[in-house]
């Protein structure tokens, strides 16, 4: 069964197509380690904020903190509330990085 599954995978999708998923998902996990190392979930705890004020709140670059906010917000880690206002996600829910 397992190999019947390869060879269909490798048939609907060319190889390229799934070596890009595998490269996005290790950027996926980086962006999750920079905002746990940044305490981003723990600066949101009290609601959003605007992404000046969350940088200021890190010690990070508003417009490098945005991008990755942005990036996560696709994997519905982080919500995009008006695009500058990040919250908490429905995916990461009300989890903290410290203290849990």
């Known amino acids: ?17 799934p070596l890009l998923d595998l490269v996005a998902g290790q ?3 980086h962006a ?23 940088a200021a709140t890190t010690g990070s670059r508003e417009d490098s903190l945005f991008r990755v906010l942005r990036a996560l917000a696709a994997d519905g880690i982080f919500a995009r509330l008006f695009l500058e206002r990040p919250a908490v996600g429905p ?10």
Request: aromatic content about 6%.
């Open 32 to 54: 999750l380690g920079v905002a746990a190392r940044l305490g981003v979930a723990d600066a949101l705890a009290d609601g959003p904020r605007d992404v000046a004020q969350l």
């Open 1 to 17: 069964m397992s190999a019947s599954l390869a060879g269909l995978s490798r048939r609907l999708f060319p190889p390229p197509l």
């Open 91 to 100: 995916r990461f829910g009300q989890a903290s990085t410290r203290g849990q």
């Open 27 to 29: 950027w996926r996990v």
